[in-house]
């Protein structure tokens, strides 16, 4: 695995500066070489995340707990002989090195970053990720102070298993819950797992039955597909003795099912190592494809502009020259002073008609770039004609559905000062995709 993940970063550090060029983010720009898995803990403020982190390290509380909401940021808990706390910017610093993903979300998010550094047995082969509870407040359009949608969506692609709790009082009813699951899980739903927690509480199964179908009625609201992902019934802490009326053996077996992911984490640090940088080149390479298209169209009619407004120049100068020369009865080969003021004016005319010219160009070049933004899933089905031949077009549209918005956003505004032999940088993009997965093949 460390020789796979070495080749991995050799790769992020070879189409970095391409990647700039095309205004692409890598998901995971850095790995960790022989890194601990990770695991982040989503759900409603009291849907049980910070007591099922503490149930899972076992011993003394690391994490506060309680109905009303204990946290306001993202805290880390990793292993270390030494135990300590790191709050603010001090605690991406104490990180390994692929959390500096995290940096561009700025000093806001960084305010409300937290490292728990923790001498516990399961650390040394899981990091885990608490995060704040999701609420809606009395003003529905009051924002957090930091990106949390944006901090939510990197941690999810950083970290190699999601688990979004609910509970039975809140079966996925918040507003911010329903926008995180619909807006920041999206290209990671194989690491997701969704549980229905505090299962123990039932007292009936009419209870469960009630709670468990809202949250099915929810979910389904927000994923508008056929399907609705696994849910896990369980609970965290000592069993508790069920109700009279009351089986608590499935519930028992998704727990013990929960606590034997957390042995499989190295797997699942593996499929998630690979799936983030062949996504990365994946799309790098789609949208190379898309905006070289774009930009290709946006230099001819440069190009058209700028031989049209200098055939244009040079006839219109010459023109006013001899004319001007005509009229002074003066001969534009022969140095005189009428001569001069015929060439002078004749100059004078071929500039400003270049400049008339640049002015055009510049909103003829404008409108073709909006065009072409508006337009850009025609050019995404022009780049893809023979994927679409053979049958993989589908899976190219569900990666193109996640950087189409930002894509049409860069040909419409972004200064496209793209490298040379971008056909070259391409090939090669293409060439490290298709050879991660043989490479992690020869790994296992």
């Not at 603010?88 to 940096?103: D, I, Q, T, V």
């Not at 918040?174 to 920041?184: I, L, Q």
């Not at 992902?229 to 109700?243: D, L």
Request: hydrophobic fraction near 45%; proline fraction near 4%.
């Amino acid at each position: 695995m460390d020789n796979f993940e070495q080749q991995i970063n050799k790769a992020y550090r070879r189409f970095a500066s391409v990647a700039q060029s095309y205004y692409y983010t890598f998901s995971r720009p850095s790995v960790t070489v022989g890194g601990t898995p990770s695991a982040i803990f989503l759900g409603n403020h009291s849907s049980g995340k910070s007591s099922l982190v503490n149930w899972i390290l076992g011993g003394p509380s690391v994490q506060d707990t309680g109905v009303a909401p204990t946290d306001d940021g993202f805290t880390v808990i990793m292993y270390g002989e030494q135990e300590e706390d790191v709050v603010g910017p001090a605690a991406l610093a104490r990180l390994p090195e692929e959390f500096r993903s995290l940096e561009p979300l700025g000093p806001a998010f960084l305010q409300h970053l937290k490292v728990k550094v923790r001498n516990r047995a399961i650390l040394k082969r899981a990091t885990f990720v608490d995060s704040p509870g999701m609420i809606d407040s009395a003003d529905a359009a009051a924002p957090r102070d930091y990106d949390f949608n944006g901090a939510v969506t990197r941690l999810a692609r950083l970290c190699d298993i999601v688990f979004f709790l609910f509970d039975p009082e809140k079966p996925g009813t918040t507003g911010e819950t329903v926008n995180v699951f619909a807006s920041c899980l999206k290209g990671v739903e194989f690491k997701l797992r969704v549980l229905l927690n505090k299962c123990d509480a039932f007292t009936s199964m009419y209870d469960f039955a009630r709670a468990y179908g809202t949250l099915c009625w929810n979910l389904s609201r927000v994923l508008r597909t056929k399907d609705l992902p696994k849910i896990f019934t369980t609970y965290s802490g000592v069993e508790r003795a069920p109700a009279a009326n009351m089986d608590f053996s499935d519930f028992n077996r998704h727990r013990a099912e929960l606590t034997a992911s957390f042995d499989a984490l190295g797997a699942r640090r593996t499929d998630s190592v690979f799936a983030a940088a062949y996504n990365d080149f994946a799309c790098l390479s789609m949208r190379m494809r898309v905006v070289d298209n774009a930009a290709g169209k946006i230099r001819k009619l440069s190009a058209r502009h700028l031989l049209a407004g200098s055939a244009t120049a040079v006839l219109t100068g010459g023109l006013a020259a001899l004319a001007l020369a005509s009229a002074l009865d003066a001969s534009l080969f022969v140095f005189s002073a009428r001569g001069l003021m015929a060439w002078i004016a004749g100059g004078t005319v071929a500039a400003l008609v270049c400049l008339a010219s640049s002015v055009l160009c510049r909103t003829s070049v404008r409108k073709l770039r909006s065009a072409l933004a508006q337009k850009v899933d025609d050019i995404f089905v022009e780049e893809h004609r023979s994927q679409t031949a053979i049958g993989t077009f589908d899976d190219l549209s569900q990666r193109w559905n996640g950087i189409r918005a930002e894509t049409a956003d860069i040909i419409d505004h972004a200064p496209l000062a793209l490298p040379f032999f971008a056909k070259r940088w391409r090939a090669a993009i293409d060439k490290v995709a298709s050879g991660l997965l043989p490479a992690l093949t020869s790994q296992a």
